[in-house]
């Protein structure tokens, strides 16, 4: 499995940003999809992740202002980004857990998200 993110920007405070995440390879129905982030400083974090049948969960900072989505048609997820801060700087990964190889977890390269307050 290989993923390619795109969409990372520079963006002011109160803005918004769409992350896509295009998976290529063979994607199995259980497989989960989502986004990570590091912002400077700190250690890798949950954004949010979704499944094939569209549940969703969120780390605790992004709730109510992040969206994932997925297409499973196209093999796609997305990081639909409102209300940006400035805290919210970092640099975003795409991944998948693959439940059937152990939790396996495929890594796309990350992107990078501006916010300027």
């Known amino acids: 499995v290989q993923l390619q993110a795109s969409g990372g920007g520079l963006v002011q405070a109160g803005g918004s940003l769409r992350l896509s995440c295009a998976a290529s390879?063979?994607?199995?129905?259980?497989?989960?999809m989502g986004w990570y982030r590091q912002l400077p400083g700190k250690e890798r974090e949950l954004v949010g992740r979704?499944?094939?049948?569209?549940?969703?969960n969120y780390g605790d900072s992004v709730k109510g202002r992040f969206t994932i989505s997925r297409d499973n048609a196209k093999n796609m997820v997305f990081l639909q980004m409102n209300n940006l801060k400035f805290d919210d700087t970092g640099v975003y990964y795409c991944?998948?857990?693959?439940?059937?190889?152990?939790?396996?977890?495929?890594w796309g390269q990350g992107t990078q998200v501006t916010v300027s307050s």
């Open positions: 991944h998948l857990r693959r439940w059937a190889e152990r939790s396996r977890v495929y």
């Open positions: 390879g063979s994607i199995l129905s259980n497989d989960f």
């Open positions: 979704i499944s094939s049948g569209g549940t969703t």
